[in-house]
């Protein structure tokens, strides 16, 4: 065909490194609060078009003018969620092997400290870095281990009432303070600051949040927003490993 006489193998190669980078930013983006914000500067630069087109020329103007400062505006806005890509690809998939221990780990200290009563509150870091919310409380750095989430949890020291932030396989930090969700709609006595915090962290992250009640013993999740009340062991145990294998 006349059409693709000039179609080399190397434009093949070129459209699928493209296509696999604007996927990779879409997986990258979609569910943390940076979705949102490029929602935004996508309706910004439709906008524009639209002027362009149109010929407003006070709205081009302005557009025309912001726009030089618009890419440094964008790195530090994507900041967070663009230190996560480059970590992200420095580590490879060679890690995902060793994620069904961190899954066991986690689901081993839920089903104790639930079974205890003992309260806890763990963040398990997803695409969105939690590294501002741990400095409220004590860098831990030591591998997930069950036993480590019951010491924490069951003490009565400083970090007992504070949240557990948990990367890949790694506890970073203890006794950090997540914002509270200022949420009324649907809210119960049952729910307590705990949860407050859990769906708070949620709404402003991508992390998955798992409480644990000190008076009932049930176990609740929190992500994208929406809190999960009193959900059975292998729901906490599904969404544990959908964090970990994406």
Known sequence: MPALSGFRVQDV????????????????LIGSRAWNVL?????????????AQLKLE??????????????????????????????????????????????????????????????????????????????????IGAPVTSALLQTIFASKGPLHDGGVIVREDTVTHAGAIFPLSDRHEGWSVKHGTRHRAALGLSEVTDALVVVVSEERG???IARGGELVSDIAPADVL?????????
């Open 238 to 246: 599904k969404a544990l490993r959908e964090v970990y294998s994406e």
């Open 218 to 220: 049930t176990v609740s």
């Open 39 to 51: 929602r935004g500067l996508l309706a910004l630069g439709a906008l524009w078009f639209l002027a």
């Open 13 to 28: 190669v070129d459209i699928l490194i493209i296509a696999v980078l604007f996927y990779q930013g879409y997986v990258l």
């Open 58 to 139: 006070a709205t081009k103007w302005l557009f025309d003018r912001v726009a030089p400062v618009g890419f440094i505006a964008i790195v530090v806005v994507f900041q967070p969620e663009l230190r996560a890509a480059l970590e992200r690809v420095g580590r490879g998939r060679l890690t995902r092997a060793s994620h069904v221990g961190p899954v066991q780990e986690i689901m081993g200290a839920v089903r104790e400290l639930a079974t205890q009563r003992r309260g806890a509150l763990i963040a398990v870091e997803r695409r969105t870095p939690l590294r501002e919310y741990g400095e409220s409380g004590t860098a």
